[in-house]
């Protein structure tokens, strides 16, 4: 570390080192800390919620390089590839709940994706310090974003960074490069500059990503505080994939694995560039202040189109053109006071700003089952126009408290004040808006049951009320009307142990979530529609495991039993009537997920890894009638490691399953799949 203030600043530069706030390298993997559910600096064990830390050292000795990857281990949590937003995006599921904005994604303290939807197309994990994962709402200190999960990638400090170089080469025309460079220090400025560039090729023709980032991120020591600013730019161009289409109960027979359906020359490409600012300071010796401004432009440019028939009759298939700009404000300050030896408590204000407007048109044509000699784009005229303007303001007061009440007691507690508001306009129809003033908290406690030495039994429970509004995309099919918000109250129990001298960690949770309004996808006159969807309660029970044999060797192990069900849903599926859904499992939730990994990683030598993981049944349909059997995919690497170079030789969906992964927000009963297997070649050097 860098830091030269004295006594309180010096603290206050360890706490910085650690806070996810300013995106610092955390104490060894003995002293991991989490800064997501508290905004300090704390032991994940003492959080009275599911926590789990995955730090740059794992992510290197597993060869993970993506959010799927890195997170295959993880319990409770599942990564689907791909999705609506393209190759490069994917459709993460807490607690079974697999809803695209139902989770939040943070990059160093800011919501990345802002008032809208998460932008995982534009993740870059290169250059990250460690990635915290909080299962479950943070309704207090992240308001009415957050609502099953958390996501926060946290990259490390320019003071702390370290030059590398990285080249890879994969199959299907898949190849990346990547730098990172320390720059020179100069009057107390410590800066890093990462650049990198992604291709990745899949087995479906005309289907792949090309993504470009840059990184530039300063820290400045200045007015006895700590200065920071950050400029970051992705270009991401999508060749969007075909989802596969269920005819009846079953997947359809008649249209062949890889058929890429839209029309020549489709896209999806995003640009997004990001501005972040804050100061930290030390106010006396138990104050710390953190304020933090954010500000991002980003634009998707989108031409595709869906298979809607299965059949040779011109038209099949429906496509459109859009653009949609987005302009997101994020602006958090607060302050932490730490009372004695026991009490801390943090307290600020926020405020995320979104403006988004989309504006495109829609059109029809024909292409061939297989996807031969499909259309161009420049044959295939609007017929449509439509624009939508939609403006989303969250403003929050929050005060949370952490009190360790005995030797063994830790109680938590938070409250949040959220005003949102948001207005929208659809061309031809009547303006909507709607605001919301409402309160969410959280309440927990975790008991130390058993202690000897380092070895720990830690008991928690916790409770937490939180609403979020109601999801929008900005796609042609949005409605004027603005749908009402998705409210939560939730209930976690577990255990979690460090045993073994702490080379075995356990952590056992059990939940129970009662939801109201979600937002599902709806088909209405053969067109997309979002409707909110009565009653549903998510329950289920989460196990993780990870030991550490004397050496180099980990294992790890994760499970997950997830039950969703509809409680009150009617429902017409087109035929005049309502069918009662209530006790109908959710489509694409299964019970089980799994996952078993072990890592030979030594400082010098051979490194090896193999990975399980288990996708359990699940129904395609709402109405449960349409099932479709669980799978396991396979992951390998194997590769050697110096002081100064490594050399990894991976491979993902080693037996090449392609399961349906996700369904589609934007085509009727269709259904992205696994892609198929990827092997890569990688190399990095560090100076």
Do not use: C
Request: net charge neutral; aromatic share 10%; hydrophobic share 40%.
């Amino acid at each position: 570390m860098r830091f030269r203030f004295r006594s309180p600043l010096s603290l206050f530069a360890l706490s910085l080192a650690a806070s996810g706030l300013v995106a610092g390298t955390p104490p060894p993997s003995s002293a991991v800390v989490e800064v997501t559910a508290t905004r300090f600096p704390e032991d994940p064990a003492k959080v009275t919620a599911s926590i789990t830390v995955i730090t740059a050292r794992e992510l290197a000795d597993r060869g993970a390089t993506d959010l799927r990857s890195a997170l295959a281990l993880a319990a409770g949590v599942f990564i689907a590839p791909g999705g609506d937003n393209g190759p490069a995006s994917s459709v993460p599921e807490f607690w079974g709940l697999k809803e695209f904005d139902a989770f939040l994604l943070v990059v160093d303290g800011v919501p990345w994706g802002g008032a809208f939807n998460p932008a995982l197309s534009t993740l870059s994990l290169e250059g990250v310090e460690r990635i915290e994962v909080q299962r479950g709402a943070a309704p207090v200190l992240y308001g009415a974003t957050s609502f099953v999960g958390v996501i926060q990638v946290i990259r490390g400090l320019p003071a702390d960074s370290q030059g590398s170089v990285r080249l890879s080469l994969g199959n299907h025309g898949s190849g990346g490069a990547a730098v990172s460079l320390r720059l020179p220090s100069e009057s107390g400025v410590d800066s890093t500059l990462i650049a990198d560039h992604d291709k990745q090729g899949f087995e479906d023709p005309r289907t792949g990503f090309k993504r470009n980032h840059l990184l530039w991120r300063n820290r400045i020591q200045a007015m006895d505080g700590v200065f920071r600013f950050d400029l970051e730019g992705a270009a991401v161009d999508q060749q969007p994939a075909s989802p596969f289409l269920r005819v009846g109960k079953a997947l359809t027979n008649q249209v062949p694995l890889d058929a890429n359906h839209n029309p020549a020359g489709a896209f999806v490409n995003d640009r997004r560039f990001t501005f972040s600012t804050g100061y930290d300071r030390a106010l006396g010796a138990s104050t710390l202040s953190s304020t933090t401004l954010s500000v991002s432009r980003a634009r998707q440019e989108v031409f595709r189109g869906f298979l809607t028939d299965v059949s040779t009759v011109d038209p099949n298939a429906h496509g459109f053109r859009e653009r949609v700009d987005l302009t997101d404000i994020y602006f958090d300050t607060h302050l932490t006071w730490t009372v004695g030896a026991g009490l801390k408590v943090v307290g600020g204000v926020d405020h995320l700003h979104g403006q988004g407007i989309g504006r495109g048109g829609d059109f029809d044509y024909f292409v061939a089952l297989d996807g031969a000699n499909p259309p161009a784009g420049a044959t295939l005229p609007n017929q449509a126009y439509i624009r939508i303007d939609d403006q989303r303001d969250f403003s929050g007061l929050y005060a949370f408290t952490q009190w360790q009440a005995l030797p063994r007691l830790v109680i938590e507690g938070g409250l949040r004040l959220t005003r949102a508001k948001e207005t929208r306009q659809v061309a031809g129809a009547e303006p909507d808006a709607r605001t919301t003033t409402r309160p969410s908290g959280s309440a927990g406690a975790t008991w130390t049951a058993w202690q000897s030495g380092e070895d720990r039994v830690n008991l928690f429970a916790g409770a937490r009320s939180t609403f979020k509004p109601a999801a929008v995309d900005l796609g042609l099919d949005s409605s004027s009307q603005i749908l009402k918000p998705e409210t939560a109250v939730s209930y976690d129990l577990g255990a979690k142990a460090d045993l073994l001298g702490r080379r075995l960690a356990l952590e056992l949770s059990t939940f129970l979530m009662d939801f109201e309004n979600l937002v599902v996808p709806q088909s209405a006159g053969g067109a997309p529609v979002r409707v909110n969807a009565g009653t549903e309660r998510f329950q289920g029970a989460e196990f993780s495991a990870v030991y550490r044999f004397s050496g180099a060797t980990t294992a790890r192990l994760a499970y997950s039993y997830h039950d969703t069900r509809f409680r009150d849903y009617p429902k017409d599926f087109g035929d005049g009537t309502l069918t009662q859904l209530a006790g109908k499992r959710l489509e694409m939730s299964p019970y089980h997920l799994g996952g078993l990994g072990l890592a030979y990683a030594p400082a010098q030598g051979v490194t090896a890894t193999a990975e399980m993981n288990y996708v359990g049944a699940v129904f395609l349909n709402q109405r449960n009638t349409a099932p479709i059997g669980g799978y396991a995919t396979f992951a390998a690497s194997l590769g050697w490691r110096e002081t100064r170079w490594d050399l990894r030789l991976s491979g993902q969906n080693l037996t090449d399953r392609r399961k349906p992964v996700a369904e589609s927000e934007l085509g009727d009963a269709q259904y992205y799949i696994l892609p198929g297997r990827q092997v890569t070649l990688s190399a990095r050097f560090r100076f």
